[in-house]
């Protein structure tokens, strides 16, 4: 059985940073990606940032320059530092995984529709 569990949402003023976590248990999948992606009520999830095991990353452009995602590979641990939060960014963040079909090798998405395994999400929310 797959589990992705979030952790590190919390409250900021705006400026501050937080490092969300995000541990995949039960998942086998070789030639995966994992992403962030963040919903707030009555809005689509949007995506944030995505990584896979081959070290390529991709970024949506509000959080590009303020936002790092990094996998770990070998744990299969997903984290996203944000930096320089604004109060815009308050959301519920979600983490994901999915994998490449055969014969592709790029790269990470942040099309949700791309995820297969999805955890239960951790608030952030950010003041002015």
């Known amino acids: 059985q797959v589990q992705l569990v979030e952790s590190g949402g919390g409250s900021v003023q705006a400026g501050g940073s937080l490092r969300l976590s995000c541990a995949a248990s039960g998942y086998t999948d070789s030639r995966y990606y994992m992403g962030w992606f963040r919903q707030t009520p009555g809005k689509e999830r949007e995506g944030v940032a995505a990584?896979?095991?081959?070290?390529?990353?991709t970024y949506s452009d509000s959080v590009k320059g303020r936002f790092t995602v990094s996998l770990d590979g070998a744990k299969r641990i997903l984290y996203l530092q944000a930096n320089d939060l604004e109060p815009a960014d308050t959301a519920s963040f979600y983490c994901a995984a999915g994998r490449y079909d055969a014969g592709v090798f790029c790269c990470p998405p942040t099309s949700q529709h791309r995820y297969t395994y999805w955890g239960q999400g951790t608030q952030v929310t950010v003041s002015s």
């Open positions: 990584a896979d095991i081959y070290g390529l990353t």
